[in-house]
């Protein structure tokens, strides 16, 4: 790395603590049973706007936060980076006062029924072109769910399809826009932003580097692999390992941590989304360890994101162990209901030491 490099012995690695730029944290009950595993590893998080209504103001996100904050347990400091929820009509002057707010760090794209929550996203991006312009001259970046929701394009390939029919001509016509193409999952995705200038960067999940699509199918439907966008086949997973490994800044973590209640997700039309918070840096450990990059998780985890964003790196630091650990089969989360971790019943092989 270009400035400290993480302590790594056979057994122990130590790494600035990390950052979190993709996270589902919902609200209410359900906010305090999960912000407590994203607290133990990370220090900030993007928290993503698709509430119940959608976060679109400035005045709803500070509100939002201070529940956030009420939420934190004792111990590390954590600190939520708050965005906003672009609809077809949010105003330009939005852009405004979320710059002037000091608390909202980007605005997020979902195409209107592409995932959950997601029904009041755009549904066509010309409706927004004042308020891309205030972003773009401002600085503040678009977080994109890159993919389309024609019913005509098979889902395993909606993120290409994104990529040619939306988010190129948006960077021809906002060629200064900061953007990240998020949970990034397939080749044409990493080559893409590989292609584009310093302003384009995507984040990848720890369960897009492990996992291929047949583990939704394996042994029968494994509804708690089910997210979007959903899995892709091996030589996807593979381009993704590589970019996610090979130093490249404008690749970082994001986990897409997204909990859903088992009657939610073991159901006849079931939820997207995989929770992995409870193994936030752990998992990344393992596909980092897989691929023989250990060495290069500092970057992808603490800095790059940091730095894309234009904050502040961490300065505190974690340690992971090489020790195997049992996922429980189930967390608490609802009153009336449970959480189903990634990996239920199995075994993580890093394990978090407590926080330096």
Not at 132 to 139: C, F, W
Not at 173 to 181: G, N, S
Not at 318 to 339: G, M, N, Q, S
Request: net charge negative.
């Amino acid at each position: 790395m270009d400035e400290a490099t993480p302590i790594l012995t056979a057994e122990r690695l130590t790494l600035t603590r990390p950052d979190d730029w993709h996270l589902h944290l919902r609200d209410g009950e359900a906010l305090k049973a999960v912000l407590p595993d994203t607290v133990k590893r990370f220090a900030r998080a993007i928290v993503m706007p698709n509430l119940k209504p959608p976060v679109t103001t400035v005045t709803q996100a500070a509100a939002y936060r201070q529940r956030i904050l009420a939420a934190v347990p004792p111990g590390p400091t954590f600190t939520p980076l708050m965005t906003l929820y672009l609809t077809d009509d949010l105003p330009a002057d939005e852009i405004e006062r979320a710059i002037d707010s000091g608390i909202i760090h980007a605005v997020k794209l979902y195409p209107a029924g592409a995932t959950t929550n997601s029904a009041a996203g755009v549904t066509d991006l010309k409706k927004c072109s004042a308020t891309l312009a205030r972003m773009e001259r401002l600085g503040l970046p678009l977080l994109v769910h890159g993919e389309v929701t024609d019913p005509a394009v098979d889902i395993f390939d909606r993120e290409a399809v994104f990529i040619e029919r939306v988010l190129t001509p948006l960077l021809k016509d906002f060629p200064a826009l900061k953007v990240v193409l998020e949970h990034v999952t397939t080749q044409d995705g990493v080559e893409f932003v590989k292609a584009c200038g310093a302003n384009v960067a995507a984040t990848i999940t720890a369960h897009h580097l492990l996992l291929n699509r047949n583990a939704i199918f394996a042994g029968g439907i494994r509804p708690h692999h089910y997210c979007l966008p959903v899995l892709k086949r091996e030589t996807h997973r593979q381009a993704l390992l590589t970019a996610a490994t090979s130093g490249n800044p404008k690749f970082f973590l994001g986990t897409d941590s997204a909990p859903h209640a088992r009657r939610t997700k073991e159901a006849a039309c079931g939820c997207a989304g995989c929770y992995t918070a409870h193994a936030g840096i752990e998992l990344y450990a393992e596909a980092f360890e897989q691929a023989g990059a250990l060495d290069r998780l500092e970057g992808f985890a603490s800095h790059f994101g940091a730095d894309f964003y234009a904050l502040p790196r961490n300065t505190e630091q974690i340690t992971l162990v090489r020790a195997a650990w049992r996922v429980p089969d189930e967390l608490p989360y609802l009153a009336d209901d449970v959480l189903v971790p990634l990996r239920a019943g199995a075994t993580v092989g890093w394990k978090l030491e407590d926080m330096q």
